[in-house]
């Protein structure tokens, strides 16, 4: 049985259809929900009536703050800010020289932007398979996966926990692939004392809405070199080296200044947002530590999880049995979510293009694994609501 503070509390439910109307005054607690304050807003006005909005070269005054700041907080040498989390996989691949006839490894059990950057070089995904117990790519399965064509290797720090990171970059190292790290769930995670996005080559960022900092949306780029620092910076501003003479291939890229202001308030607050986020974590880890029926995220001595999301796994479910938990969950006003119920793999267009792959391993993850909100703006009796709703689901 569970024996954690909450747990002790609850009482078994087992009414069926009858329970469900006991929840429908409840607000539903969110799956994540971005904290925005006065800072933030003060921050927006200010913009807006400097009438600066944004810098034709894509580095005015609040972004240029915002990527230095962000690159001392992840401890790199140099931040690119751009407008999304997929933009900066593409610009990055770009910037590696991944292109038509490349190969690019990566896990599929992630969001698709992470293969479809991939795509949009012209590149081919050749997806391997996860560790079952951290959810990330598995670097056993990379060499294998390697061939003359390969080009670039992402590994996905998916729920906010940092894949095992020394061996992929030996592998890559050994063949000379470039290493950038999809780090969209993981602001402020760390691998063995340094931060997620100081550990490739390059390192992608989200900061859409549901994100652990948030500018709206937005992404950044962090590296510790300056070649691709600089390919970064045209790349963003459709590849202009001088005003309208574009020396290479690019996008419009471009962080608008209002997102890099709200940007700089939100990882000002992002340190106490983690201490939340591990602090709910630790207690709904407790209060599941006993379930028969689930199996807790992976709490790695080599690392710490930013914890974006709350990751159960219902043991031995196929995909109907875990979705009637989230229904039951779900009706509990409580916002669970599957991230993700179909690998890319399995997808049709990535299946019709690039043909059929098995990955036992992600597969059986994607029919089991549910996700749990543990975002800092949790209060204590939405916490035991989140832990009365899984008890009762699983049970």
Known sequence: MCKGIYTQQITRVRQGRRSRGRYVHLKTIPINKPVIGHEEVRAVVKVLRSGFL???????????????????????????AVNNGTSALHAALLAAGVGPDDEVILPSLTFVATAEAAVL????????????????????????????????????????????MDPIIEVAKDHGLVVIEDAAQAHGAEYKGRRAGALG??????????????????????????????????????????????????HNYRMPEVEAAIGLAQLHKLPRFLEERRKNAKTLFEEFEGLEDVQNPLVSPEGESAWYVFTLRVKGANAAKRNKVVTRIRERRVDAQVYYPKPIHKMPFYQTRFGHTRLPKTETAARQVISLPVHPSLSEPEIKRVVSAVISAVQ
Do not use: W
């Open 201 to 250: 080559d390059m390192a992608c960022f989200s900061f859409y809405g549901s994100k652990n900092m948030t500018t709206g949306e937005g992404g950044m780029i962090t590296t510790d070199n300056r070649e691709y620092a600089e390919a970064l910076g045209l790349i963003r501003n459709h590849g202009e080296g001088k005003y309208y003479q574009s020396v290479t291939l690019g």
């Open 121 to 164: 070089t012209g590149a081919k995904p050749v997806f391997v398979d996860i560790d079952p117990q951290t959810y990330c790519m598995n670097p056993n399965e990379v060499e294998g996966a390697i061939t003359e064509n390969t080009r670039a290797i992402i590994p996905v720090h998916l729920y906010g926990l940092p894949a095992d």
């Open 54 to 80: 944004t810098e034709k070269r894509g580095s005015g005054p609040c972004v240029t703050r915002f990527e230095h700041a962000f690159s001392q907080f992840v401890g790199t040498r140099h931040a690119v």
